[in-house]
Protein backbone atom coordinates (compact mmCIF):
# COMPACT_ATOMS: atom_id res chain seq x y z
CA UNK A 1 0.00 0.00 0.00
CA UNK A 2 2.79 2.39 1.01
CA UNK A 3 4.64 1.60 -2.93
CA UNK A 4 1.58 2.10 -4.51
CA UNK A 5 0.30 5.63 -2.56
CA UNK A 6 4.34 6.58 -3.16
CA UNK A 7 3.55 5.53 -7.01
CA UNK A 8 0.54 7.72 -6.82
CA UNK A 9 2.23 10.59 -5.28
CA UNK A 10 4.45 10.63 -7.52
CA UNK A 11 2.67 10.28 -10.63
CA UNK A 12 0.54 13.30 -9.45
CA UNK A 13 3.43 15.72 -8.64
CA UNK A 14 4.65 14.46 -12.63
CA UNK A 15 1.36 15.66 -13.62
CA UNK A 16 1.52 19.00 -12.16
CA UNK A 17 2.70 21.08 -15.07
CA UNK A 18 0.07 20.71 -16.58
CA UNK A 19 -2.56 21.13 -14.07
CA UNK A 20 -4.57 23.98 -14.55
CA UNK A 21 -4.43 23.62 -18.58
CA UNK A 22 -7.31 23.11 -20.96
CA UNK A 23 -7.01 19.86 -22.89
CA UNK A 24 -5.58 21.11 -25.69
CA UNK A 25 -2.79 22.47 -24.31
CA UNK A 26 -1.73 19.34 -22.35
CA UNK A 27 -2.09 17.78 -25.95
CA UNK A 28 0.81 20.63 -26.97
CA UNK A 29 2.78 19.66 -23.83
CA UNK A 30 2.61 16.40 -24.28
CA UNK A 31 3.61 17.11 -27.93
CA UNK A 32 6.46 19.00 -26.84
CA UNK A 33 7.40 16.79 -24.79
CA UNK A 34 7.57 13.66 -27.21
CA UNK A 35 9.48 15.95 -29.58
CA UNK A 36 11.89 16.77 -27.15
CA UNK A 37 12.66 12.97 -26.20
CA UNK A 38 13.12 12.06 -30.32
CA UNK A 39 15.50 15.13 -30.85
CA UNK A 40 17.52 13.59 -27.83
CA UNK A 41 16.99 10.08 -29.36
CA UNK A 42 17.95 11.88 -33.06
CA UNK A 43 21.34 13.60 -31.38
CA UNK A 44 21.96 10.35 -30.16
CA UNK A 45 22.16 8.61 -33.03
CA UNK A 46 24.10 11.19 -34.95
CA UNK A 47 26.33 11.42 -32.14
CA UNK A 48 27.32 7.43 -33.00
CA UNK A 49 27.25 7.91 -36.21
CA UNK A 50 30.18 10.69 -36.08
CA UNK A 51 31.94 8.47 -33.74
CA UNK A 52 31.70 5.76 -36.29
CA UNK A 53 32.91 7.73 -39.37
CA UNK A 54 35.83 8.63 -37.12
CA UNK A 55 36.82 5.24 -36.40
CA UNK A 56 36.28 4.04 -39.96
CA UNK A 57 38.60 6.86 -41.21
CA UNK A 58 40.97 5.82 -38.07
CA UNK A 59 41.08 2.56 -39.83
CA UNK A 60 41.24 3.41 -43.09
CA UNK A 61 43.86 5.36 -42.73
CA UNK A 62 45.73 2.38 -40.91
CA UNK A 63 45.38 0.21 -43.57
CA UNK A 64 46.79 2.74 -46.28
CA UNK A 65 43.49 3.25 -47.78
CA UNK A 66 43.60 6.99 -46.95
CA UNK A 67 45.63 9.96 -46.96
CA UNK A 68 46.26 11.43 -44.23
CA UNK A 69 47.45 14.56 -44.87
CA UNK A 70 44.48 15.02 -47.31
CA UNK A 71 42.28 13.91 -44.45
CA UNK A 72 43.69 16.94 -42.30
CA UNK A 73 44.22 19.45 -45.01
CA UNK A 74 40.21 18.73 -46.15
CA UNK A 75 39.57 19.98 -42.51
CA UNK A 76 42.14 22.65 -42.29
CA UNK A 77 40.12 24.35 -45.47
CA UNK A 78 36.33 23.19 -44.46
CA UNK A 79 36.29 22.08 -48.03
CA UNK A 80 33.61 19.39 -48.09
CA UNK A 81 33.13 18.95 -51.71
CA UNK A 82 35.56 15.79 -52.07
CA UNK A 83 37.79 17.18 -54.79
CA UNK A 84 40.79 19.33 -54.91
CA UNK A 85 40.26 23.07 -54.48
CA UNK A 86 40.98 25.50 -57.79
CA UNK A 87 43.94 27.40 -57.03
CA UNK A 88 42.23 30.48 -57.50
CA UNK A 89 40.64 33.53 -55.45
CA UNK A 90 37.61 34.23 -55.15
CA UNK A 91 36.58 38.01 -53.91
CA UNK A 92 33.42 39.50 -52.78
CA UNK A 93 33.60 43.56 -52.88
CA UNK A 94 31.54 45.18 -50.35
CA UNK A 95 32.43 48.66 -51.19
CA UNK A 96 28.53 49.64 -51.95
CA UNK A 97 27.11 49.92 -48.34
CA UNK A 98 25.84 53.50 -48.58
CA UNK A 99 24.35 52.62 -51.87
CA UNK A 100 21.93 49.95 -50.51
CA UNK A 101 18.78 50.32 -48.41
CA UNK A 102 18.11 48.24 -45.30
CA UNK A 103 16.18 46.07 -46.72
CA UNK A 104 18.81 45.46 -49.76
CA UNK A 105 21.30 44.89 -47.34
CA UNK A 106 19.96 42.19 -45.42
CA UNK A 107 19.29 40.79 -48.81
CA UNK A 108 23.07 40.83 -49.88
CA UNK A 109 24.33 38.89 -46.65
CA UNK A 110 21.28 36.41 -47.09
CA UNK A 111 23.70 36.11 -50.19
CA UNK A 112 26.65 35.97 -48.84
CA UNK A 113 25.76 32.98 -46.68
CA UNK A 114 24.70 30.86 -49.73
CA UNK A 115 28.04 32.10 -51.80
CA UNK A 116 29.93 30.41 -48.27
CA UNK A 117 27.96 27.56 -48.47
CA UNK A 118 28.39 26.76 -52.52
CA UNK A 119 31.76 27.11 -52.42
CA UNK A 120 32.55 25.39 -49.41
CA UNK A 121 30.32 22.14 -50.22
CA UNK A 122 31.45 22.28 -54.22
CA UNK A 123 33.48 19.35 -55.94
CA UNK A 124 36.33 22.21 -56.34
CA UNK A 125 36.18 25.18 -54.35
CA UNK A 126 38.27 27.91 -54.98
CA UNK A 127 41.23 27.86 -52.60
CA UNK A 128 40.08 31.23 -51.25
CA UNK A 129 37.53 33.03 -50.66
CA UNK A 130 38.01 36.81 -49.65
CA UNK A 131 35.05 39.41 -48.83
CA UNK A 132 36.70 42.99 -48.74
CA UNK A 133 35.37 46.48 -47.50
CA UNK A 134 33.36 45.16 -44.69
CA UNK A 135 31.81 48.23 -43.14
CA UNK A 136 29.26 50.12 -42.26
CA UNK A 137 25.67 48.75 -42.34
CA UNK A 138 26.55 45.25 -43.91
CA UNK A 139 28.91 44.56 -41.35
CA UNK A 140 26.55 45.68 -38.82
CA UNK A 141 24.00 43.22 -40.20
CA UNK A 142 26.78 40.49 -40.80
CA UNK A 143 27.20 40.78 -36.74
CA UNK A 144 23.78 40.48 -36.09
CA UNK A 145 23.51 37.24 -37.77
CA UNK A 146 23.36 34.13 -36.10
CA UNK A 147 25.61 35.83 -33.38
CA UNK A 148 28.04 36.57 -35.84
CA UNK A 149 28.46 33.17 -37.19
CA UNK A 150 30.14 34.34 -40.24
CA UNK A 151 33.54 34.72 -38.16
CA UNK A 152 33.23 30.52 -37.91
CA UNK A 153 33.57 30.06 -41.69
CA UNK A 154 36.33 28.34 -42.81
CA UNK A 155 38.70 29.39 -45.12
CA UNK A 156 37.46 32.63 -45.56
CA UNK A 157 38.91 36.22 -45.41
CA UNK A 158 37.83 39.62 -44.10
CA UNK A 159 38.75 42.64 -44.54
CA UNK A 160 38.02 46.38 -43.98
CA UNK A 161 40.20 47.80 -46.68
CA UNK A 162 39.31 47.62 -50.33
CA UNK A 163 40.30 44.81 -52.79
CA UNK A 164 42.81 46.96 -54.36
CA UNK A 165 44.95 45.94 -51.34
CA UNK A 166 45.30 42.88 -53.28
CA UNK A 167 48.39 44.09 -54.69
CA UNK A 168 49.37 46.81 -52.84
CA UNK A 169 50.38 44.74 -50.09
CA UNK A 170 50.32 41.08 -50.68
CA UNK A 171 49.20 38.20 -48.57
CA UNK A 172 51.96 36.29 -46.77
CA UNK A 173 51.52 32.82 -46.95
CA UNK A 174 52.20 31.79 -43.49
CA UNK A 175 49.25 34.23 -42.31
CA UNK A 176 45.95 32.45 -41.61
CA UNK A 177 43.27 33.62 -42.91
CA UNK A 178 40.91 36.38 -40.31
CA UNK A 179 37.72 35.42 -38.72
CA UNK A 180 36.75 38.48 -38.06
CA UNK A 181 36.96 42.08 -40.46
CA UNK A 182 40.69 43.38 -40.40
CA UNK A 183 43.15 45.48 -42.28
CA UNK A 184 44.65 43.95 -44.97
CA UNK A 185 47.93 42.39 -44.12
CA UNK A 186 51.00 44.58 -43.70
CA UNK A 187 53.78 42.55 -42.80
CA UNK A 188 54.13 41.50 -46.62
CA UNK A 189 54.79 44.05 -49.35
CA UNK A 190 55.63 43.50 -52.92
CA UNK A 191 59.49 43.99 -53.45
CA UNK A 192 59.22 46.22 -56.36
CA UNK A 193 56.98 47.98 -58.64
CA UNK A 194 56.70 45.31 -60.91
CA UNK A 195 55.62 43.31 -58.29
CA UNK A 196 52.74 44.83 -57.60
CA UNK A 197 51.73 45.16 -61.80
CA UNK A 198 51.60 41.26 -61.75
CA UNK A 199 49.51 41.21 -58.94
CA UNK A 200 47.01 43.99 -60.49
CA UNK A 201 46.90 42.34 -64.08
CA UNK A 202 45.90 39.12 -62.17
CA UNK A 203 42.90 40.91 -60.86
CA UNK A 204 39.49 40.40 -62.95
CA UNK A 205 36.41 42.14 -62.06
CA UNK A 206 32.73 40.78 -63.33
CA UNK A 207 30.73 43.09 -64.82
CA UNK A 208 28.15 42.76 -67.44
CA UNK A 209 28.96 46.21 -68.82
CA UNK A 210 32.56 45.65 -70.13
CA UNK A 211 32.99 44.82 -73.19
CA UNK A 212 35.90 41.97 -72.97
CA UNK A 213 34.50 38.22 -72.41
CA UNK A 214 35.64 35.75 -70.35
CA UNK A 215 35.67 32.32 -72.00
CA UNK A 216 37.64 30.54 -69.05
CA UNK A 217 39.18 30.65 -65.71
CA UNK A 218 42.49 30.31 -64.45
CA UNK A 219 44.28 29.01 -61.67
CA UNK A 220 46.39 31.95 -60.12
CA UNK A 221 44.18 34.56 -61.12
CA UNK A 222 41.65 36.84 -59.02
CA UNK A 223 38.21 37.20 -59.95
CA UNK A 224 35.73 40.18 -58.50
CA UNK A 225 32.40 40.24 -57.98
CA UNK A 226 30.43 43.31 -56.90
CA UNK A 227 28.98 42.55 -53.60
CA UNK A 228 25.73 45.41 -54.02
CA UNK A 229 21.60 44.76 -54.22
CA UNK A 230 20.37 47.59 -55.79
CA UNK A 231 17.55 46.56 -58.05
CA UNK A 232 19.08 47.70 -60.93
CA UNK A 233 19.05 51.33 -60.04
CA UNK A 234 22.72 52.18 -61.06
CA UNK A 235 25.01 51.34 -64.19
CA UNK A 236 28.65 51.05 -64.77
CA UNK A 237 29.18 50.97 -61.25
CA UNK A 238 31.76 47.55 -61.33
CA UNK A 239 32.97 48.76 -64.47
CA UNK A 240 33.54 52.37 -63.27
CA UNK A 241 35.70 50.83 -60.19
CA UNK A 242 37.09 48.22 -62.47
CA UNK A 243 38.56 51.40 -64.84
CA UNK A 244 39.75 53.68 -61.82
CA UNK A 245 41.41 50.85 -60.12
CA UNK A 246 43.43 50.34 -63.31
CA UNK A 247 42.42 46.18 -63.31
CA UNK A 248 40.96 43.94 -65.88
CA UNK A 249 37.65 43.55 -66.39
CA UNK A 250 35.43 40.88 -68.04
CA UNK A 251 31.52 39.23 -68.78
CA UNK A 252 30.49 35.78 -68.45
CA UNK A 253 29.26 34.42 -72.11
CA UNK A 254 25.54 33.90 -71.42
CA UNK A 255 24.64 35.13 -74.63
CA UNK A 256 26.51 32.48 -76.67
CA UNK A 257 24.40 29.91 -75.03
CA UNK A 258 21.18 31.37 -73.91
CA UNK A 259 19.22 33.85 -76.28
CA UNK A 260 17.41 36.62 -73.77
CA UNK A 261 14.97 39.20 -75.21
CA UNK A 262 14.97 41.41 -71.68
CA UNK A 263 17.74 42.93 -69.34
CA UNK A 264 18.01 40.75 -66.34
CA UNK A 265 20.27 40.24 -63.38
CA UNK A 266 21.83 37.22 -61.29
CA UNK A 267 22.71 37.58 -57.49
CA UNK A 268 26.12 37.07 -55.65
CA UNK A 269 25.23 33.47 -54.75
CA UNK A 270 23.98 32.30 -58.25
CA UNK A 271 27.30 34.10 -60.28
CA UNK A 272 29.41 32.21 -57.53
CA UNK A 273 27.51 28.66 -58.46
CA UNK A 274 27.82 29.30 -62.05
CA UNK A 275 31.61 29.93 -61.88
CA UNK A 276 31.75 26.76 -59.51
CA UNK A 277 30.02 25.28 -62.23
CA UNK A 278 32.20 25.80 -64.74
CA UNK A 279 35.28 24.78 -62.45
CA UNK A 280 33.64 21.22 -62.35
CA UNK A 281 32.40 20.89 -65.94
CA UNK A 282 34.75 23.22 -67.95
CA UNK A 283 31.44 24.00 -69.90
CA UNK A 284 29.66 27.26 -69.62
CA UNK A 285 26.20 26.02 -71.02
CA UNK A 286 26.01 23.52 -68.51
CA UNK A 287 26.94 25.84 -65.94
CA UNK A 288 24.34 28.23 -66.94
CA UNK A 289 21.73 25.71 -67.26
CA UNK A 290 21.89 24.55 -63.95
CA UNK A 291 22.27 27.02 -61.78
CA UNK A 292 20.01 29.73 -63.35
CA UNK A 293 16.48 29.18 -61.85
CA UNK A 294 14.63 27.84 -65.54
CA UNK A 295 11.82 30.05 -64.55
CA UNK A 296 13.62 32.46 -65.99
CA UNK A 297 13.92 30.60 -69.02
CA UNK A 298 10.09 31.03 -70.38
CA UNK A 299 10.31 31.97 -73.96
CA UNK A 300 14.05 31.38 -73.89
CA UNK A 301 15.63 29.50 -76.48
CA UNK A 302 19.70 27.89 -76.22
CA UNK A 303 21.94 29.70 -79.22
CA UNK A 304 24.09 27.97 -81.25
CA UNK A 305 27.85 28.77 -79.63
CA UNK A 306 28.93 29.47 -83.31
CA UNK A 307 26.80 32.45 -82.92
CA UNK A 308 28.24 35.99 -82.33
CA UNK A 309 26.29 35.76 -78.86
CA UNK A 310 25.14 39.46 -79.40
CA UNK A 311 22.15 38.90 -77.34
CA UNK A 312 22.07 40.45 -73.59
CA UNK A 313 24.38 39.04 -71.23
CA UNK A 314 22.02 39.47 -67.88
CA UNK A 315 19.04 37.11 -66.25
CA UNK A 316 17.06 38.41 -63.70
CA UNK A 317 16.36 37.11 -60.32
CA UNK A 318 13.55 37.45 -58.73
CA UNK A 319 12.61 34.84 -55.58
CA UNK A 320 16.29 33.63 -54.93
CA UNK A 321 17.80 34.26 -51.51
CA UNK A 322 17.53 38.61 -51.15
CA UNK A 323 15.27 38.64 -53.18
CA UNK A 324 14.93 40.40 -56.29
CA UNK A 325 19.03 41.63 -55.98
CA UNK A 326 21.67 41.51 -58.39
CA UNK A 327 25.88 42.04 -57.74
CA UNK A 328 26.04 44.60 -60.60
CA UNK A 329 26.82 41.96 -62.40
CA UNK A 330 23.35 41.95 -64.58
CA UNK A 331 24.32 38.17 -65.91
CA UNK A 332 28.47 39.44 -66.08
Not at 176 to 187: C, G, L
Not at 252 to 259: D, H, K, N, T, V
Request: aromatic share 6%.
Amino acid sequence: METESARTEAEGEQATPTQGLSKRAQKRAAKAARLHELKLERRAREKEARKRKQQERARAVANGECDVNVTRKRRKTGAVGGGSPFNARLVIDLGFDELMTDKEINSLTSQLAYTYSANRHASHAFSSLLFTSVNGRTKQRLDAMNDAGYRRWSNTEWWEDSYEHIWTRSLSPARPPSREPTSAPTNSTPETTADADDLRRSVIYFTADSENEILELKEGETYVIGGICDHNRYKNLCLNKANTSKIRHAHLPIGRYISLSTRKVLTVNQVVEILLKWVETRDWEKAFWTVIPKRKFQGVERVDPEDDGSTTNEVEDGNEPGGNAHSDLEGA
